[in-house]
């Protein structure tokens, strides 16, 4: 039994990973549905086309149907308060994705049933596996041909090194897709394909034997029993500790598009998934049925609502109750601001939030004090671990095309780098701004919404730059010595941190080789 209070100890905090076009926003938004935070579910289609969906914000991602921004939905379901947090799913964001996925207690991976495993769900897999997050799995498109579901949980357990255990099964697929058994209630959900995106029930039947199967199958209910008899020995029994270790995920097959099998999955998450975890600290390990409220920041976003001109900080509880109005201690630059209200996102609304429990993101206004990792408590000096910033690896320097405009310009770079998609540098010894990034696609998400959220027209050149190296020495004159000889290649990072910017990997090698007593950094903690 949990020793958390009710409240916390019905939280649910989870993301889903999947490859593209997996289904990864129609099942989000079949969870609002069945969560009541929507009340009808716009087909994706006429969703792409007209309203955004409820967890896009940018036009861009209409524009180009990728998820650009990671946005935070809570909603409840039976008695459970459920925080879903939507992570991006091109591979250019993966950054971004991680450290969303440091806020989570379990993930949900969707699959394609036609596809089975992708090289983006492998991906993600390897992140979530660095923390042992615990993974449930919805196997979708099951209206479609898909391959054989044996054969798919077979690849889940040999590319993701994961057992499997079915907790529903597939009854026929394609055209002939019946519904799915579910193999703990022992229940026959028959699958109804539903428009309009409502929700509409199909017929539940209790039981293999019931006669109102033979009725309904006729000669394909006896190859049923016998097909579920087969699976039940062939495949794995949930093991919940194992489930939780990492281990084991539990399996589920639907359809979204259909409101399909997602009943069975919410059900099942709610009583498997794990509470709110503790989070280890530099100090110590942070318990949630602590008083004292503790949190860290794991997502920046500038201009959410551009009728707002403002930045969030995305925070997870820890520990205690956030409330507002209350004073929090910026530890790392060790004053206590007070906190008059942080926004909460219920189902993508933004409200504001009169407290908050662990487990809960809000989203505390940032005038620019705010980083990624920052740890938020009531005084004591904490520092949450884990969050890791990764040396870009591609590097372009921003020419504006009206140079009146260069206050606007910085102000909009730094304002974007901030979210920690992308990075800024400047050079010491030039003006200019270099921007870094891990994909070639986040120039153009930088150089969009410079122009449509500060005015700004920037082009992005390319720059005599290979490579990222964080800087760090225990001796302050080494120190102040190599910033003046190698002066050329260095520059400061947003949070003002030495990096050194190789022009070819041989440069760094090189470098590395003469000054044997500094650090260069491939990955910097928060
Ligand atoms: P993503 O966020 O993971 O990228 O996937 P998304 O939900 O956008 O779904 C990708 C495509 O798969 C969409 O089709 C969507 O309609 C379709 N899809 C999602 N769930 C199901 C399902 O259960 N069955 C079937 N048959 N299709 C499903 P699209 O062609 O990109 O868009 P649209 O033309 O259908 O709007």
Same mark, same amino acid.
């Given at each position: ?82 925080? =879903? ?5 091109? $591979? ?16 949900? @991976?969707?699959?394609? $049933? ?10 993600? *897999? ?9 993974? @449930? ?13 044996? !054969?798919?949980?077979? !690849? ?40 309009? /995106? ?147 996102? @219920? ?32 005084? !004591?000096?904490?520092?949450?671990? /884990? ?18 405009? *260069? ?16 990075? =800024? ?26 122009? $449509?959220?500060? /005015? ?17 020495? !225990? ?14 290649? =260095?520059?400061?990072?947003?949070? /003002? ?24 950094? $491939?990955?910097?903690?928060?």
């Amino acid at each position: 039994m949990s020793k958390l209070p009710e409240a916390v100890a019905q939280r649910r905090t989870f993301a889903i990973i999947s490859h593209p076009d997996a289904g990864k926003t129609t099942v989000t938004e079949k969870l609002l549905l069945f969560g009541g935070a929507i009340q009808v579910a716009g087909t994706v289609k006429g969703r792409k086309a007209d309203a955004h969906a409820t967890s896009d914000w940018m036009q861009m991602e209409q524009e180009r149907g990728i998820s650009v921004t990671s946005s935070v939905m809570q909603f409840p379901y039976k008695g459970s308060t459920i925080n =879903l947090l939507d992570t991006p799913g091109h $591979a250019d964001f993966s950054e971004d994705t991680y450290r969303v996925l440091t806020a989570v207690d379990s993930a949900l @991976m969707v699959i394609d $049933a036609a596809k089975g495993v992708e090289e983006r769900t492998i991906k993600l *897999m390897d992140v979530c596996r660095l923390r042992d997050t615990p993974i @449930m799995t919805f196997v979708n498109k099951l209206d479609r041909e898909g391959r054989d579901p044996m !054969e798919l949980l077979d !690849e889940v357990e040999d590319v993701l090194r994961i057992r499997c255990a079915p907790v529903t099964w597939p009854i026929g697929m394609g055209k002939g897709f019946r519904g799915v058994y579910h193999l703990y209630n022992e229940s026959i959900h028959l699958f109804s394909p539903t428009h309009g /995106g409502r929700i509409q029930e199909g017929e539940v039947i209790q039981g293999l034997d019931n006669p109102r199967l033979d009725e309904l199958f006729g000669g394909e209910a006896e190859a049923l029993r016998e097909e579920i008899d087969l699976i039940r020995g062939a495949s794995n029994d949930f093991d919940k500790a194992a489930f939780l270790r990492g281990e084991l995920t539990p399996v589920f097959f639907g359809s979204a598009i259909n409101n399909f099998g997602i009943r069975e999955f919410l059900d099942d998450f709610v009583s498997y998934a794990p509470e709110p975890q503790p989070r280890e600290a530099r100090e110590r390990t942070v318990t949630p049925d602590e008083d004292k409220l503790t949190g860290f920041v794991f997502k920046i976003q500038a201009n959410m609502d551009p009728n707002h001109r403002d930045r969030v900080a995305f925070m997870r509880v820890c520990s205690g109750r956030f409330q507002a109005g209350m004073k929090l201690r910026h530890v790392r630059i060790g004053k206590d601001i007070k906190v008059p209200s942080a926004i909460t996102f @219920m189902a993508g609304e933004r409200e504001q939030a009169q407290d908050a429990l662990p487990g809960d993101i809000i989203g505390l206004h940032n005038h620019g004090t705010i980083q990624i990792g920052d740890t938020f408590t009531q005084g !004591e000096a904490l520092k949450f671990t /884990g969050i890791p910033n990764f040396a870009p690896e591609l590097f372009r320097r921003v020419v504006l095309k009206d140079p009146m405009r *260069m206050k606007a310009l910085q102000k909009g770079v730094e304002q974007l780098c901030e979210e920690g998609a992308s990075q =800024l540098f400047r050079p010491l010894n030039t003006n200019e701004l270099i921007v870094g990034a891990v994909g070639v696609l986040q120039f153009d998400v930088v150089a969009h919404r410079l122009k $449509a959220e500060y /005015g700004v027209d920037a082009v992005f050149e390319p720059v005599n730059v290979n490579t990222a190296r964080w800087v760090r020495c !225990e001796d302050p004159k080494m120190l102040e010595e190599f910033r003046r000889k190698a002066a050329d290649n =260095l520059a400061e990072d947003v949070a /003002g941190n030495l990096t050194y910017l190789a022009p070819t990997r041989v440069n760094l090698d090189l470098t590395r080789e003469r000054w044997p007593d500094i650090a260069f950094d $491939a990955t910097r903690e928060h």
